[in-house]
């Protein structure tokens, strides 16, 4: 037979031990309780110092407001706080702590010492408690603010002591955390000695931009770009990086909400959308933003250590985070807007004229034919658009366009037209001597200030990357990249009514069975994309038709990396796989590393590249265009 317990009331000590468990679990649960009543008083600057990673020593000193002896008598005591006056007030905060438990939880499994003092007091408070016991109360010196010191932390908790980290990682938590605070209020100067080392320092100027130079470096904050929308019921401002700019995890990741950091699954998973087509799966984006809303729409009292908040509606935030990450990132060359560019008539392109016109442009001879060595014939059939440069008399009627003829991408060809001739590097220097006539090979676009500038290509590098200028800056482009992003802009860009072509023989592809059943399930998401596939056995699948930018001759392997992806990944929702079906038609139907491209074709996908919303990488996250400012070339010549 059970004999029921007597029920007791926990003393005070007992019960802020056990509220400890909650508040602090490791060194920078410490530290973050400390800065945040930091903060709360005002302060513009704040001190942290620690020792063996803050298991040891941890002292914050700030120069806030202060406590009168009053105040810092009560401010020890469980459940005493001036954030709050009423439950009501949970609903209306400002503050980052408000709960009261915080300085009675640290003191109680620490050796706590408090020291505050007003500005308008002649003496300083001091207040010292060991595992709970206050031992002294008393006056004394000491400036303006409040520094807490907290020693031997966990020291009466062994079983807690036990589950702390090594002192190195303690410390780097406590680093992390700093940084994250540093960012959320630009405004306050904050300094981190670990070990009589100085690890973390900030300006305090009240710039978001040097915040996070002086955390992160001025690698990082080259590469960013500036978030900035304020719609109806949310503001977001802060800074993501540029797609190139990724990290193995989301540490880089920071998030505000009305000054308080938080994680949040939502906002992440916004930054993931955000960034899809842009950047690898395994790396993560730049990101530090702040998220101003109504704080009646909010409740940030669902976590013991205020890490999480719950939001009234998830999607007005998830939507409002999106927009504003998309502006940022939909701001091709440097986040500087441009103009729809096309491809002038060869009618205003005299460098463009066919040999039998005989100039390049007024007083430009055009390079002999003989002095560039012709390529060896290549034994393939003629493609139909061969001759997409052709120039067609005016005499002539054009024929009329027909669908399938919109989407025919331009063709890259390895077999450079006769009438235009690939220079040699030193062709090409000895004609861009002449300024005047260069002009007429020029791709230009506007920017904010309607201020136009020129890029034009000069030349390949191995038949890969394409070399091009501006007035002041160069430009290197991976011309596999550039035509994977130009082409997958064009399927996004076309949703669901990707055309297809109909192949004159059906293909038959031997599978396994496995992966016939995985086809079958999915045969209505191929077919939205151009592609009609069909069990035709056991192990025998049938392809009636591709999408038109995918040619015949490649699309057994296409068909085969479609199986191959959808067995490694199982489980794959509908948007996942025209996502990544996306990637691999855009790769399938991009020209290829060691084609040769002659001017003009190096010049249309410049201009074509410049047109999409994301010049800088391709799909899958790699760069396809890299700049170098005549600033940076200089310096890599030490000529500054």
Known sequence: MTVSAEVKLLDQNTANQIAAGEVVEKPASVVKELVENALDAGAGKIDVTIFEGGTQYIRV??????????????????HATSKIRAAEDLMSLHTLGFRGEALPSIAS?????????????????????DGGEQTECQQTGGQAGTTVIVENLFFNVPARRKFLRTNATEGRYINELLTRLALSRPDVRFKLVSNDKE?????????????????????VSDELLKVDFTGTDVKITGYIGKPTLLKGTRQWQTFMVNGRIINNRMMSKAIDHAYQSQVPKS?????????EVDTHTIDVNVHPQKSEIKFSDDSVIYKAMYKALTDALTKPMSARPQQ?????????????????????????????????????????????????FKTVPAHEPQPEPVQSEVWKQVEYTCTPPKTEPVYTINE?????????????????????NNETESIWPIGQV????????????LYLIDQHAAHERILYDKFVNAHNNIPAQTMLMPLYIDVSAHDTEIIEKHREDFSRLGVDIEPAGEALLRVSSLPADIKADGAEDFIREITKMLSEMKNISPSDLRQNMLHMMACKAAIKAGEVLNMRQMRQLIIDLCNTEHPFTCPHGRPCMIEISSAELYKMFKRT
């Open 61 to 78: 000193a700030d120069d806030g407001s202060g406590m009168t002896e009053a105040n810092a008598k009560l401010a020890v005591l469980r």
């Open 109 to 129: 499994v620490s050796n706590f010492q408090l020291l505050t003092r007003p500005a308008d007091e002649e003496f300083a408070t001091s207040i010292r408690i």
């Open 199 to 219: 690890v973390l320092s900030t300006p305090g100027n009240g710039s978001l931009f040097d915040a996070i130079t002086a955390l992160y470096g001025k690698k």
């Open 283 to 291: 790396g993560f984006p730049f990101a530090v933003l702040m998220v």
């Open 340 to 388: 729809a560019l096309d491809l002038l008539p060869d009618s205003e392109l005299a460098v463009f004229k066919p040999v039998g016109q005989g100039i390049i442009t007024d007083g430009m001879p055009l390079p002999k034919q003989q002095s560039v060595p012709k390529p060896a014939p290549v034994q393939q059939p003629k493609p139909a658009y061969a001759d997409i």
């Open 428 to 448: 090409v220097r000895e004609e861009f001597k002449k300024q005047d006539e260069v002009a007429a090979n020029v791709i230009g676009f506007t920017d904010t």
């Open 462 to 473: 191995d038949k890969t990357f394409i070399i091009a200028q501006s007035e002041d800056t």
